[in-house]
């Protein structure tokens, strides 16, 4: 399987604080995608990191991609509680065309 | 701004009914997706449909399941015998090009109750 393990399970902050959450994956990928999914909404689709991508950022967002470790990061700043939510990776292998494969998700929770 | 949206948001139905699950994607999009989430675990893929046929599909849609575009706009899910196990939160997604490559993008959600 090559879907992605979240790191942290779950995470719990103070507004203000940085988050970081880590998803590693099993094999080589074309894209690595993060989205947030409020408890029990429909999931929002945050950023697309490329393979031959090493960072992006998008607002308060920053991801980092090593293929080498085969892992990624997404690191939110200045958080915020609105940002309480469940964070999932989502990957597209090598090979595959359509399809992209959630890891397990880190819960994110941020106290005001 | 345009967004996927689904009908009905909760479904309760008994073990062994015909359930459809509708889903009007992004008008302008061309890739559609049916997920499923079981309460508390990941997000599933289960398939994909491009160009009115499905391009790939999960081990989990097996012969109970299957997907149409009965029209322009529309996309359904339909679940020929319903189990226990089918219950779960069921997501449409539609993108613009290949859901690999592309953002896609989600609905709200059918929750499907099996009894």
């Known amino acids: 399987s090559q879907q992605g393990e979240e790191d942290p399970q779950a995470l719990s902050i103070q507004e203000g604080e940085n988050a970081t959450m880590n998803c590693s994956y099993k094999?080589?990928?074309?894209?690595l995608q993060w989205y947030r999914q409020n408890s029990g909404r429909g999931l929002v689709h945050l950023i697309l990191i490329r393979s031959n991508e090493r960072e992006k950022h998008s607002g308060r967002l920053r991801v980092t991609l090593d293929t080498s470790k085969k892992s990624s990061s997404l690191l939110i700043t200045a958080s915020r509680a609105a940002d309480t939510a469940s964070y999932f990776c989502a990957t597209s292998f090598s090979g595959g065309y359509q399809k992209v494969t959630f890891g397990t998700g880190t819960k994110l929770q941020v106290i005001p | 701004e345009p967004e996927v949206t689904q009908t009905p948001s909760h479904q309760v139905t008994q073990m062994g009914q015909e359930v459809i699950l509708r889903c009007v994607p992004i008008s302008n999009h061309l890739y559609f997706y049916w997920y499923r989430q079981i309460l508390g675990q990941k997000v599933e893929f289960l398939v994909s449909?491009?160009?009115?046929?499905?391009?790939?599909k999960s081990e989990i849609f097996d012969d109970q399941f299957s997907v149409e575009r009965p029209d322009g706009s529309n996309f359904t899910l339909k679940i020929r015998s319903t189990k226990l196990e089918d219950s779960a939160m069921y997501f449409c997604a539609s993108s613009v090009g290949p859901g690999g490559y592309n953002e896609q993008f989600f609905g709200p959600g059918t929750r499907l109750t099996v009894l």
């Open positions: 449909f491009y160009n009115n046929e499905i391009s790939e």
């Open positions: 094999t080589s990928i074309n894209n």
